[in-house]
């Protein structure tokens, strides 16, 4: 039994409650269970199976949760308000039946999105390491390939690693050849660190992708960032991968192969504002791993990245549903 508030009833939205009451939902949205009761579907996926180095991030969802709770309903930046407008629900954790199979548990996971896909929900989803990444473009993307910013350290166009295809240093070499990315929609920003293989991420450059690496980011700044993704993704269907390695280590420390030298958190929020705009038909956030994390401080800065996300989302939703145009 729910005991609810008597004298302030604004209090009945859980999401108006003083935040440290209630169900640790994503930012305290409704909990549903059918993705046709969602116009975006905020969606966990606890699996980090592709991890090559130090694994951890399958308690990304979970903890994004907890520290999602610490926000409020209005981005006081851009207006935004991501609850007014659009069903967004938490549709909580994609279940797995094998997930110690990397390729089949891939392959289950694309087909959970490919239902949410159908049922008309725009995914924003929380990892889990970025091989799941692969796994909802091929469950959204199939009918016709999007362009992509991607926010990562790594380009993660690598190849077989140890006899594995779907790592998650791979996801976008194999969403390119699937021909769920259009490479020359694509925009890599914040690569940098050291590698084993001179040209570890030459696929990204030779298949068109834009890489816009660390020390670019760092001498001509946000701003020229997002203008830069602006014009290579252009007009079309766009994803949206922030992969939580991209902000430095001392404000992002919980994730699985930091690097140092990063893109401030500040930096972050302010260059996905900059994104207003772009036809974005989904996003994610992914490699937050809270056994590493000091504090809360990864997925504290994760959830605010994520609701920036769902603020873009929500936005490139209105604009469609107003317009009278497809939403998937
Ligand atoms: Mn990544
Ligand atoms: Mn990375």
Same mark, same amino acid.
């Given at each position: 039994?729910?005991?609810?508030? *008597?004298?302030?009833?604004?209090?009945?939205?859980?999401?108006?409650?003083?935040?440290?009451?209630?169900?640790?939902?994503?930012?305290?949205?409704?909990?549903?269970?059918?993705?046709? @009761? *969602?116009?975006?579907?905020?969606?966990?996926?606890?699996?980090? &199976?592709?991890?090559?180095?130090?694994? &951890?991030?399958r308690?990304?969802?979970?903890?994004?949760?907890?520290?999602?709770?610490l926000?409020?309903?209005? @981005?006081?930046?851009? /207006?935004?308000?991501?609850f007014?407008?659009?069903?967004?629900?938490?549709? =909580?954790?994609?279940?797995?039946?094998?997930?110690?199979?990397? $390729?089949?548990?891939?392959? #289950?996971?694309?087909?959970?999105?490919?239902? +949410?896909?159908?049922? =008309?929900?725009?995914?924003?989803?929380? !990892?889990?390491?970025?091989?799941?990444?692969?796994?909802?473009?091929?469950?959204?993307?199939?009918?016709?390939?999007? /362009?992509?910013?991607?926010?990562?350290?790594?380009?993660?166009?690598?190849?077989?690693?140890?006899?594995?295809?779907?790592?998650?240093?791979?996801?976008?070499?194999?969403?390119?050849?699937?021909?769920?990315?259009?490479?020359?929609?694509?925009?890599?920003?914040?690569?940098?660190?050291?590698? @084993?293989?001179?040209d570890?991420? !030459?696929? $990204?450059?030779? $298949?068109?992708?834009?890489v816009?690496?660390?020390? #670019?980011?760092?001498?001509? &700044?946000?701003?020229?960032?997002?203008?830069e993704?602006?014009?290579? +993704? /252009?007009?079309?269907p766009?994803?949206? $991968?922030?992969?939580?390695?991209?902000?430095?280590?001392?404000?992002?420390?919980?994730?699985?192969?930091? #690097?140092?030298?990063?893109?401030t958190?500040?930096?972050?929020?302010?260059?996905?504002?900059?994104?207003? /705009?772009?036809?974005?038909?989904?996003?994610?956030?992914?490699?937050?791993?809270?056994?590493?994390?000091h504090?809360?401080?990864?997925?504290? @800065?994760?959830?605010?990245?994520?609701?920036?996300?769902?603020?873009?989302?929500?936005?490139a939703?209105?604009?469609?549903?107003?317009?009278?145009?497809?939403?998937?």
């Amino acid at each position: 039994m729910t005991k609810h508030p *008597a004298r302030y009833q604004d209090f009945n939205d859980p999401q108006a409650q003083p935040r440290h009451t209630g169900i640790a939902s994503f930012f305290r949205a409704p909990i549903a269970d059918d993705p046709a @009761n *969602a116009d975006i579907a905020l969606i966990g996926v606890p699996f980090d &199976g592709g991890v090559t180095h130090r694994s &951890g991030a399958r308690h990304g969802p979970r903890a994004v949760r907890e520290q999602s709770t610490l926000l409020r309903r209005i @981005n006081a930046a851009t /207006g935004v308000a991501p609850f007014s407008h659009a069903r967004v629900r938490d549709l =909580g954790d994609c279940w797995l039946e094998f997930p110690y199979e990397l $390729s089949g548990a891939l392959d #289950e996971i694309a087909a959970y999105f490919a239902q +949410v896909h159908a049922a =008309g929900a725009i995914p924003v989803s929380v !990892g889990g390491d970025h091989s799941i990444s692969l796994a909802i473009l091929r469950g959204i993307a199939r009918h016709r390939p999007v /362009g992509m910013v991607h926010i990562d350290a790594h380009c993660d166009t690598g190849d077989d690693y140890m006899g594995s295809r779907f790592h998650h240093g791979a996801p976008f070499r194999r969403a390119v050849e699937e021909g769920l990315l259009d490479p020359r929609r694509v925009i890599q920003i914040g690569i940098r660190g050291t590698t @084993n293989d001179p040209d570890m991420w !030459g696929f $990204s450059a030779a $298949s068109g992708m834009r890489v816009l690496g660390m020390d #670019e980011f760092t001498d001509q &700044g946000w701003a020229f960032a997002a203008a830069e993704a602006r014009r290579v +993704v /252009g007009l079309g269907p766009t994803y949206l $991968s922030f992969d939580i390695d991209s902000v430095d280590p001392a404000e992002a420390p919980g994730t699985g192969t930091p #690097e140092a030298g990063g893109i401030t958190a500040r930096e972050a929020l302010r260059l996905l504002r900059a994104l207003r /705009g772009i036809d974005f038909v989904g996003g994610d956030l992914v490699e937050v791993a809270p056994p590493f994390d000091h504090g809360t401080i990864t997925a504290f @800065n994760g959830a605010s990245i994520l609701f920036e996300i769902l603020c873009l989302v929500e936005e490139a939703w209105r604009k469609r549903t107003e317009s009278g145009g497809m939403n998937v």
